[in-house]
């Protein structure tokens, strides 16, 4: 045990130094430095100075007035260029080392004139910088005269539109860094991920399942039962990715749907009741000659099944939308490289799996022979998944509601395990402690639902002592909308909040961090937009598009000029401290 703490040290410590010692890429106006001068009575000598390891596309550059009635540009020869081959095997037109051309001039009067110069480049090391444009100010009376020369970047840039962008650490990474580097990367991701709300959910899932087997399961089984799952869950990992690649959609967006999730809160209803012998789940009797014959022939029917298990949890109980996720999806969307991203996402959940694989096959090694405690797991694993239940219902029903099914099941688990009931050993006397506490908070916070509270965690807390941050936030969910409001900003930097009701993150955002009063301070340097996509119809892809945006939650910064602070880009599980700092920073 201490040689593999000692190893996921080493990793970890590894995984951080290497995405401290990443390179930043240096400024695109110290990449691409633009000078214009006279070369004779209506011409005019640019030159592009361009960084060595860099390049500009010759199909991006674009020569044209400003004001055409004032003066007409001439034809422009452009040097001979280089040409190279991308990831994706096409071949490109660049400038490498020194650009050097000539702008012929027509003026019609003598005044004073704009000439755009709009360009991309990249680096050979993989990363893109958005599309630019420099403007030339010219004069003309009785001779030319360059007045100056201003590089304006543009705020707005699509995937489409550039080749490779890597825009934070995980596209850092993904862009410029070896298979091997980036594999063991991502296999450290997704044993972090192990121990957050992406993987715990999935607990008591496959607990229960393994528990469902008839006859004893050996420790060989469960591992092998335990391993299919996690297998399954992998797999789904990298279908999501490759599904996003190629229909331009998020999988796992569409499974967190209200229906879905309603069905498997059914489900999952369904299960517990079983689990508490209400009633047994015995499909018909030609399904278990089925079922025999496989097991018979050793097709391995249980591992079949642990697989789907395993698929069908990622899509749906995982909540998370993390940065190694978002990030590979990027990747996979910019670089068209499907299968490689497809593998990164498969290593992510192996490695967020490999906790779950040993917590999975020691529960059948630690667990003594059949008696009656089985009837006391199963009924715990039927509470926990009613918990499951609940909390896939939290997405998109009222708060209200939510709070009502925790009070009843509290209530319900603090009667079954005996509040009411005479005590007389140690243990019945423990079982009749635990049922008082279950049977008061469920009390408590049944009586908070009744009140109008929503924290679960504080039913009777006075509602209007914590007004919603949101009261006072812009809500739009279509580009008009959007472009709108920002228009009528007056001045401030904008926070845009990606935002859905089936979101169980945006909903913990919503009540918990920005209910923070460092957070709510902090939120009054900014103007707050929430962008809502919780319809999830052709207004939602839109915004998501329009923003390069995967799934909710993700916050997007905008500077006072128009410009989104990529770094400052947070996804997933927020904390209030990381987006005090950004909100400070920016």
């Not at 190629?246 to 967190?256: D, E, I, K, P, R």
């Not at 642990?306 to 590979?328: E, F, K």
Request: hydrophobic residues 45%.
């Amino acid at each position: 045990m201490n040689i593999i703490n000692k190893t996921l040290c080493l990793i970890t410590i590894f995984l951080t130094t290497t995405l401290l010692a990443y390179a930043e890429p240096l400024p695109q106006h110290e990449v691409f430095k633009i000078n214009a001068a006279v070369h004779d009575l209506n011409t005019l000598s640019v030159n592009f100075a361009i960084h060595q390891g860099y390049y500009l596309y010759k199909n991006k550059l674009t020569i044209n007035a400003q004001n055409p009635h004032f003066l007409t540009l001439g034809e422009i020869k452009l040097p001979k260029y280089a040409t190279i081959v991308d990831k994706q095997g096409q071949k490109k037109p660049v400038f490498k080392n020194d650009l050097n051309f000539f702008i012929p001039i027509l003026p019609e009067a003598a005044g004073e004139g704009e000439i755009a110069v709009n360009y991309q480049g990249c680096s050979f090391e993989g990363y893109c910088y958005p599309p630019a444009k420099a403007i030339i100010n010219v004069q003309f009376d009785n001779k030319l005269t360059p007045i100056n020369v201003q590089v304006e970047d543009n705020p707005l840039i699509k995937a489409s539109d550039t080749e490779l962008s890597a825009t934070g650490p995980i596209e850092e990474l993904l862009f410029n860094h070896s298979v091997s580097i980036i594999l063991l990367s991502f296999f450290s991701f997704g044993l972090m991920l192990a121990f957050t709300p992406c993987v715990l959910p999935m607990i008591p899932v496959i607990s229960s399942f393994i528990l469902s087997q008839r006859g004893s399961v050996s420790t060989s089984k469960a591992f092998f039962i335990s391993l299919s799952y996690v297998l399954g869950l992998a797999v789904t990992y990298a279908a999501i990715g490759i599904c996003f690649a190629l229909l331009g959609s998020n999988l796992q967006v569409a499974f967190q749907s209200p229906i879905t999730q309603s069905l498997l809160a059914l489900l999952f209803v369904v299960l517990a009741l079983s689990m508490f012998e209400v009633y047994e789940l015995r499909p018909p009797s030609h399904w278990q000659t089925w079922f025999t014959q496989i097991a018979q022939k050793n097709i391995g029917g249980a591992y079949w099944s642990s697989a789907i298990l395993g698929s069908l949890s990622t899509l749906i109980l995982s909540p998370c939308v993390t940065p190694p996720l978002v990030g590979t999806l990027a990747f996979i969307a910019q670089s068209k490289q499907v299968f490689l991203g497809g593998l990164y996402l498969f290593v992510l959940g192996i490695g967020s799996g490999i906790p779950l694989l040993l917590i999975s096959t020691s529960f059948a090694h630690i667990l003594p022979k059949a008696g009656l405690w089985m009837y006391k797991v199963k009924a715990l694993i039927g509470i926990l998944l009613l918990i499951l239940a609940i909390q896939l219902l939290s997405a998109f029903i009222a708060e209200s509601a939510y709070m009502a099914l925790w009070a009843c099941l509290l209530i319900t688990t603090g009667v079954f395990i005996g509040v009411f009931t005479p005590a007389f050993s140690l243990v019945e006397k423990f079982n009749q402690s635990l049922g008082i506490i279950c049977f008061l908070a469920g009390v408590l916070i049944f009586i908070g639902a009744a009140m109008g509270n929503t924290d679960l965690l504080k039913p009777l807390a006075l509602s209007f002592n914590a007004p919603n941050t949101r009261s006072a936030t812009l809500s739009v969910d279509s580009l008009s909308q959007l472009g709108k409001a920002m228009q009528n900003n007056k001045g401030k930097p904008i926070l845009l909040d990606f935002y859905a009701e089936w979101c169980t993150d945006c909903k913990y955002i919503d009540n918990f961090t920005l209910q923070e009063p460092e957070v709510k301070a902090a939120l009054q340097r900014v103007q707050m937009i929430r962008v809502d996509i919780t319809k999830n119809n052709q207004d939602s892809q839109e915004l998501l598009k329009a923003y390069n945006v995967i799934a909710p939650p993700t916050f997007i910064f905008i500077h006072q000029d128009g410009k989104e602070q990529k770094d400052f880009r947070l996804t997933g599980d927020i904390k209030a401290t990381t987006l005090i700092h950004e909100l400070k920073t920016i």
